[in-house]
């Protein structure tokens, strides 16, 4: 093997690897810390009663409690950022993220709807989901002759970008009339769910299923992003499905969009800043950027929720404003550095 492509293999491995590290131990921290920290020489025998499934510990308690929700936020994170890295290959701009389509308006509409309602949790989850997808469907029949490749790259996603940008605009004007219209008992829940909120977010199998269904497609299509992402006229000439992957990258990425909406409401700047500053990191490789975008999105609203949930304790803020005061100045930041080249 060539020593250039044995260094680039390398380098590859230990991104992965580090990133693997920080993964766990970001579970681990927001396992022990909260407002009765669990001290780390308890934590072998908390995990050991975990494993065995005994809770009769307060260590074991506390952890079970905490890593619940550390994993919804780690796949909700994951989720996001993949959703980003698929977007900004579709869009073929690296500043886009999940919610530019519309496809989170969709899902607060649902979701505020059945808040009104004084729906269960699992009608809100749901709503939020057909919301969603719903806007989904509504855009692909707006927009999929640009999804077929039939038209030029620029154009077609100029255009499925300004069909997202009219949806969402629509969907956000339902969701004022409801907010003006909610009585004060119900307002905070549905604020804090259009926010990005954790605090209720039951764990789930659904989320990891979707996760795991969207990576396995992004990584079979790694190859053929990095050849639409340098050679985007000819990549139909190259051997790229240019159409089909489009249809791919679009309906995997509203799906992410939808089961993290679903999970922890419209937590913002996720999908945008990782995968653009693992752009900076790790370089533009595709086989590198779609693994390294998961799990450095899932490290990054964990260690998010962590802070949102302990900075104020006993008081638990909304995650989606640790996001966006984290995201806002790295945005600014990355926007600047992008100017600069």
Known sequence: MHPFFRNMRHRATVILTTLIVCAVASLIFSGMTGSVAIPLADLPSALYHLAQGQTDTLAATLLDLRLGRALTAFVTGAALSLAGVMMQALLRNPLADPYVLGLSAGASVGALAALLFMCSLWVVDAAAFAGAVGVSMLLYLFARRDLRGGTAAEGGASMLLLTGVILSSACMALVSLMLSI????????????????????????????????????????????????????????????????????????????????????????????????????????????????????????????????????????????????????????????????
């Open 182 to 341: 909610a009585p004060e008992s119900r307002l905070r829940s549905m604020v804090f769910w259009m926010i990005g909120d954790l605090s209720g977010a039951p764990a789930r199998l659904m989320p990891w299923l979707v996760l795991a269904a969207a990576m396995i497609f992004a990584l079979r299509s790694a190859r053929s992003l990095n050849v639409m992402a340098l050679h985007a006229e000819a990549a139909a000439t190259l051997g790229v499905r240019v159409g089909a992957l489009r249809k791919g990258l679009f309906f995997c990425s509203g799906l992410l969009t939808a089961s993290a909406v679903t999970s922890a409401g419209s937590v913002g700047f996720v999908g945008l800043i990782v995968p653009h500053a693992l752009r900076f990191a790790c370089g533009p490789d595709h086989r590198v950027l779609i693994p390294a975008a998961a799990l450095a999105g899932g490290t990054f609203l964990v260690l998010a929720d962590t802070v949102a949930r302990t900075v104020l304790a006993p008081l638990q803020l909304p995650v989606g404003v640790v996001t966006a005061l984290v995201g806002a100045p790295v945005f600014l930041y990355q926007l600047h550095r992008l100017r600069r080249k």
